[in-house]
């Protein structure tokens, strides 16, 4: 058995019933609005990597979750994302000109389109959620636990939150090492353990006193700060190539980072730390967790 294609494979079974979800949608879109749903699909289908759907489906999957609304959560959750990283590369928070190797959404579009395809696609995100025709074979409560966790962690007690803190942060000379753990879990752990945690209500483990529940969310907690310090890494020992993004730009932009805290190597470290921890988490499931524990490897030593 050769566990990276085995990898490789499942990841891209869970990405093909993601793309047949957003391939379904986008049926009829008015000529005035042309503009806005252009720019909405440049920013979803720009070449991401997709790992809070893929996360989610892998959640719901080792769980038993029903797959096909699974895809549908999976498809908010990369709206989500995707709103988030237009909005942020605008002028107003970071001024990014360039994304997975493009110009960024509003170097393509006018800003306030840009602004709009944002807006737009925080929106379609919630409408597609709560669309009961997709969720036929799922209890309206658990499509209403699946709301509220997407919500949640959208939202200022989440990702807006983080994103507070980094914003207000900018003008700080020092930033705590706690006060910056706390950014990364609200602005980009947020979203991560909610993909995590929506498959797990997909299949019916909607609760913090279950211990299911609670070890995917330690799971994907541990995930999402090891993620952000592998993001921190690459700007600095990234190939801007494969990155897709001109590396050094975090120093350039004097950002309070994991690498500018600790150094290079005590970041390493702490990220080796996490991603053990976080596969530690899974031991409950045994073998069937084998893709999780994958997962977590190649976010680990992920190049892009
Ligand atoms: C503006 C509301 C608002 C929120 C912004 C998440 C966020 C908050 C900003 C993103 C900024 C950023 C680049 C954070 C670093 C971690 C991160 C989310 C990286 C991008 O995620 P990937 O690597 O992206 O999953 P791809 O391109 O693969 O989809």
């Known amino acids: 058995m050769n566990k990276m294609a085995d990898f490789k494979e499942k990841y891209r079974e869970y990405l093909s019933l993601l793309e047949e979800e957003i391939r379904q949608d986008w049926q009829e879109i008015p000529e ?4 806005v749903f252009s720019a909405m699909q ?3 289908n720009g070449g991401g990597k997709r790992i809070r759907p893929v996360l ?3 959640v719901c999957d080792l769980l038993g979750g029903d797959m096909k609304a699974g895809a549908r959560a999976a498809y ?4 989500i994302h995707n709103y988030s990283l237009i909005h942020d590369d605008l002028p107003c928070m970071d001024n990014d000109d360039l994304r997975r190797g493009r110009p960024t959404c509003h170097k393509v579009y006018p800003e306030n389109i840009a602004l709009l395809a944002g807006d737009g696609l925080l929106n379609h995100a919630f409408a597609l959620l709560s669309d009961r025709r997709a969720f036929a074979g799922v209890p309206p409560e658990t499509q209403l636990c699946l709301l509220r966790e997407l919500a949640a962690a959208a ?3 989440g990702m807006i939150g983080g994103q507070t803190i980094d914003l207000l942060s900018e003008e700080e000379q020092e930033i705590s090492l706690s006060l910056l753990e706390q950014m990364h879990r609200l602005k980009t752990g947020a979203l991560i353990r909610c993909a995590a945690r929506m498959g797990c209500i997909l299949a019916g483990y909607t609760g913090e006193e279950e211990k299911i529940f609670e070890k995917i969310s330690t799971f994907s907690e541990k995930l999402g700060l090891a993620f952000q310090i592998k993001d921190d890494i690459l700007d600095v020992t990234g190939d801007e190539q494969v990155l897709g993004k001109p590396i050094g730009s975090d120093a350039e932009n004097e950002k309070k ?3 500018s805290l600790m ?4 970041a390493g470290q702490k990220l080796k730390e996490l991603t053990e921890e976080a596969v530690a988490s899974l031991a409950d499931f045994g073998e069937d967790g084998w893709f999780l524990r994958a997962f977590a ?3 680990l030593s992920r190049t892009y």
């Open 155 to 157: 939202g200022a007690y």
């Open 32 to 35: 005035e609005q042309e503009m």
């Open 297 to 299: 490897e190649f976010l």
């Open 263 to 266: 150094g290079l190597p005590a």
């Open 257 to 259: 980072t994991f690498v």
């Open 56 to 58: 989610c489906l892998a």
């Open 42 to 44: 440049y920013g979803l």
């Open 76 to 79: 908010a959750l990369e709206c």
